[in-house]
Structures are given as structure tokens and as C-alpha cells.
């Protein structure tokens, strides 16, 4: 699976947009970019994925660039609760897979 | 979504002692992961367990120190054997829901060894 790389740690006001971006520059034409985040304490949590079209459901809109080389994660409106850690993942699903979790990006969302 | 009950939430243990986890989905899957996640760090897999044969460990982890069950398709259990202060993690169970919907984690083990 590709390597990704993300900011270690960002901040967003209440109410603005959160916009996660990842790098995954080797990524394979058969890996899905996938987004997952962990608030304290808890278990990771299905964000969203896609391939190469921008995908969007409730939880958040996920950009992939045309060339597949980056992405960004979309919280178009951040509220408090969406403080946690952000990991994007290159996976491949179509073989016997397993998640490997990069360092993530801390997601700080602030008043 | 699948639902997967992981127990205990927590535990605080001598040294030397075992702790068993258990892990309990609402759906039949084929494989099962177990991570570690050290104060601090990102979760990192320990396992892989399929139904019916042998858990695949990954490097730095073995059958010895985290020996693993899965007798049917909904269930399986991580022991953290002769534990030690250095075993003070997070462990959590995730199974594969397919492509469409991403993998579903536990709520987690937070194992203190004392």
C-alpha cells in the first residue's frame, strides 16, 4: 500500500471548514483513498473514500486530485466534536487487506 | 453498520499476569484485526485473524506473547501474556466491512500493567 503523508497537526475555528490534505504521490492505480479519524479515547471511525472522483456523503466531501498523487478531506462546517486525529490511507481492497495507520493529522477545532 | 462489543474497556494488571480480550461482532466476517495503540502513537496491527486457521502475526509480534482464538466467524479473543509495564496500551479489534464501508473498530482495551 502507498505511503501517505499529512501535517501533523492542524486548527480550525467552529463553524469554518476543516480542510485535511494528504499526500499519497505513489499511490497505485487499484488503491482507494480512505479517511478514518480517531477521537480520544475512542475506536477509529469510517470517514469516507474514493478512487478518483470527488465523493461527499453527511460526514464529509473528499477531494482527489485528477493525477491521484493527493487528496483533501472536507468537514465543511467543524463544530467541536470533530477534534480528533485524521488518518488518510492508501488501500488497496481488492486483496486480503489490512489498514496500516500513518501519525495522522490532529485536528484541533477551537471557539 | 456492524456492531462489535469488545471487552473489558479496561484493565489494570500485575506484571507477569495475562489479560484476555474479547472481541464479539453482531455479523459473520472472514478476518479480524487486532491493533495496539501505545500512549501516544498511532494504532498499530498486531494480527490477523481468520476463522479455522492460524493467526497471521505481523513483524515484532508472536503467537507466544499474543496468542489468538477465533472459533466461528463472530468472535475472537487476544491474550497479552506475562505482561509487563511496557504492554500499557490500547488494544483494539476491527473487521472488514468491504470496500463500500471501511473497517469498524471496537471501543478498545485500555490496559494499564502495574
Known amino acids: 500500500d502507498a505511503k501517505t503523508t499529512q501535517p501533523p497537526s492542524m486548527d480550525c475555528a467552529e463553524g469554518r471548514a476543516a480542510n485535511l490534505p494528504c499526500n499519497h504521490s505513489?499511490?497505485?492505480?487499484?488503491?482507494?483513498v480512505y479517511w478514518y479519524r480517531q477521537i480520544h479515547s475512542q475506536g477509529p471511525q469510517y470517514i469516507i473514500h474514493?478512487?478518483?472522483n470527488n465523493e461527499t456523503n453527511e460526514m464529509a466531501s473528499l477531494i482527489i486530485t485528477e493525477d491521484r498523487k493527493s487528496s483533501t478531506l472536507i468537514l465543511p462546517h467543524a463544530t467541536l466534536r470533530d477534534t480528533a486525529v485524521y488518518y488518510c490511507?492508501?488501500?488497496?481492497?481488492?486483496?486480503?487487506?489490512?489498514?496500516?495507520f500513518g501519525t495522522g493529522t490532529r485536528l484541533q477545532v477551537t471557539l | 453498520s456492524a456492531v462489535i462489543s469488545q471487552k473489558p474497556s479496561r484493565d489494570i494488571c500485575q506484571r507477569g499476569t495475562s489479560l484476555t480480550i474479547q472481541c464479539q461482532v453482531d455479523?459473520?466476517?472472514?478476518?479480524m484485526f487486532w491493533y495496539r495503540q501505545q500512549p501516544g502513537q498511532s494504532l498499530t496491527l498486531i494480527a490477523t485473524?481468520?476463522?479455522?486457521?492460524?493467526?497471521?502475526?505481523e513483524s515484532g509480534f508472536v503467537i507466544d506473547k499474543f496468542p489468538i482464538s477465533r472459533p466461528n466467524l463472530t468472535f475472537s479473543t487476544l491474550t497479552v501474556s506475562n505482561m509487563s509495564p511496557e504492554d500499557s496500551s490500547i488494544y483494539l479489534c476491527s473487521v472488514d466491512r468491504g470496500a463500500n464501508y471501511g473497517y469498524t473498530f471496537g471501543s478498545g482495551t485500555r490496559l494499564t500493567v502495574v
Open positions: 455479523s459473520q466476517v472472514t478476518m
Open positions: 485473524a481468520n476463522q479455522g486457521s492460524e493467526a497471521t502475526y
Open positions: 505513489t499511490i497505485s492505480g487499484n488503491e482507494y
Open positions: 490511507i492508501a488501500i488497496n481492497t481488492g486483496t486480503a487487506s489490512k489498514l496500516t
Open positions: 474514493g478512487l478518483k
